[in-house]
């Protein structure tokens, strides 16, 4: 890891400068670019050999520096951070068929829309917001069904905002494979009772990663 946010720095890098693959990952709408969660997933994936880049939009920079809450920012705002971030790795010698993208959450949905467009060769969501929890009825899943770039789903078996049964019934593209995680809900946790444990089901989700870009 090359970066630190308690150093006032935006970005948070690991896995070697040379790597084959670079991965650029955003966090969820709750906790920023160094939660438990970013910090696991990153961790395995650099130490596979996979560069990962983590950065953080906009109100989560001002949560950083303010300490106090705030909401999100809207859509256009986090994707014109996420186009910025892809141009300053490009720009830093980032081979542009080479480039994954993807994140946690509200980052990967945010990446999902504009794969197609930036010419991503991969896309990595961990745990999408299919709908908001309650609420199967708004879904978030309109453009996924003509995506054309080759995408990986993981997502928990408990996850409020995609169970499989709902996802089953989705008109997905063809482009896109989905990662079953048992018991887990939205960050993968899965339930004592499960006999499973946080750190397996985040390494069933890096060990899909891996094989998914396996294949690319």
């Known amino acids: 890891m090359s970066d630190n946010p308690a150093n006032g720095l935006d970005s948070l890098t690991d896995g070697p400068p040379d790597a084959h693959w670079t991965l650029v990952l955003a966090h969820g709408a709750g906790q920023g670019m160094d939660s438990p969660f970013m910090t696991q997933i990153a961790s395995a994936l650099g130490q596979a050999g996979m560069r990962v880049i983590r950065f953080e939009f906009p109100y989560m920079a001002e949560i950083r520096r303010t300490g106090r809450r705030t909401p999100p920012n809207r859509e256009p705002v986090l994707l014109e951070r996420w186009n910025r971030v892809i141009d300053q790795a490009l720009a830093a010698g980032t081979n542009a068929r080479r ?29 999408y917001p299919f709908h908001p929890p309650g609420k199967p009825d708004r879904l978030r899943t309109e453009h996924l069904r003509g995506l054309c770039t080759p995408t990986l789903i993981c997502q928990g078996t408990r996850d409020p905002f995609g169970t499989p049964d709902e996802v089953a019934g989705y008109a997905l593209a063809p482009a896109i494979r989905l990662g079953w995680i048992e018991d887990g809900d939205h960050s993968f946790k899965p339930r004592r009772q499960s006999g499973r444990t946080r750190e397996q089901n985040l390494d069933q989700a890096t060990e899909a990663v891996i094989g998914f870009v396996a294949t690319l």
């Open 99 to 127: 480039l994954l993208i993807g994140g946690k959450s509200l980052g990967g949905r945010m990446a999902s829309l504009i794969a197609d467009e930036r010419g991503a060769a991969g896309l990595v969501c961990l745990g």
